[in-house]
């Protein structure tokens, strides 16, 4: 079993910051991948970053820079830090985790249960 916890989320004014984190925890070999999503009402789950295997990160264009995502290999977390936001990017924010369970290369793919962020003066 893999589960992931997420927090930091909440509310913030226009052009403010809120730092994410996401703790992967369980059985778990090695962190093949890790990142975020987010999800408004009625809309698709759309990438907003993810760090793949070799460390790359890939980001939505649509950032323009204003979000970091870090990796605590240690400790099996991600962390967000999210700058210059709009409201426009309320939404639900979701961890992703693929994860290597064993030494033979079994995968659990690994969603968390979601961070409430609100962008909002």
């Known amino acids: 079993q893999v589960q992931l916890v997420e927090s930091g989320g909440g509310l913030v004014q226009p052009g403010g910051s809120l730092r994410l984190s996401c703790a992967a925890s369980?059985?778990?070999?090695?962190?093949?991948?890790m990142g975020w999503y987010r999800q408004a009402p009625g809309k698709q789950r759309e990438l907003v970053a993810v760090?793949?295997?070799?460390?790359?990160?890939n980001y939505a264009d649509s950032l323009e820079g204003r979000f970091t995502n870090s990796r605590d290999n240690a400790k099996n977390t991600v962390y967000l830090q999210s700058n210059s936001l709009r409201p426009e990017e309320t939404d639900v924010y979701y961890c992703?985790?693929?994860?290597?369970?064993?030494?033979?290369?079994?995968?659990?793919?690994?969603w968390g249960q979601g961070t409430q962020v609100s962008v909002s003066s």
């Open positions: 760090i793949i295997s070799g460390g790359t990160t």
């Open positions: 369980g059985s778990i070999f090695s962190v093949r991948e």
């Open positions: 992703d985790a693929l994860v290597q369970i064993d030494d033979v290369g079994s995968t659990w793919h690994r």
